[in-house]
């Protein structure tokens, strides 16, 4: 009986550090990277008044996201998130390139901003109105029943 317990104590030992090894390494943090944002080389290569969309997207690649009208611009987008054990992931940079257009497609501007910039950018404002105003589910469901027409059903 002693034998067994003295081959226990090692194997006690080397599971309670595996386990605690395991906890630590649980909590170390992982990063993700999401979306792409042209480097600033690429970025000078691109000439304010003489590049159009074609050759921007040439250049540089497609973008991301690109603005609902015809004339608005491209919106090319990085973001670098950590994840750390069971906590929510957490932004801990983000980089947006904005090339905006003129109406006729040639390059008018390159604007980079940052997660410190503190800016917000619409990536689209279009907003679709509802026509149901101040009614609830019910009201909704109930002002329908008047309207029922059992001869519809039949034929």
Do not use: W
Not at 38 to 57: F, H, M, Q, W, Y
Not at 72 to 81: D, E, F, I
Not at 131 to 153: A, I, W, Y
Request: with cysteine; aromatic share 6%.
């Amino acid at each position: 009986m002693v034998g067994i317990t003295k081959r226990l104590k090692p194997a006690c030992r080397i599971v309670l550090l595996g386990t605690a090894l395991s906890a630590l390494m649980a909590c170390t943090a992982i990063y993700r990277n999401h979306g792409y944002v042209p480097s600033e080389e690429d970025l000078a290569a691109i000439k304010v008044g003489v590049d159009t969309r074609d050759t921007v997207a040439e250049s540089v690649g497609s973008p991301g996201a690109s603005g609902v009208l015809k004339e608005s611009g491209y919106y090319y987008v990085a973001t670098r998130m950590r994840h750390y054990g069971p906590r929510e992931p957490q932004v801990v940079s983000r980089e947006l390139v904005a090339i905006s257009f003129d109406q006729r497609g040639v390059v008018r501007n390159i604007e980079r901003y940052g997660l410190e910039d503190g800016r917000v950018i619409p990536l689209s404002t279009r907003v679709t109105s509802s026509s149901v105003e101040d009614k609830t589910f019910l009201r909704q469901l109930l002002g329908n029943l008047g309207r029922f027409n059992p001869g519809s059903v039949l034929d």
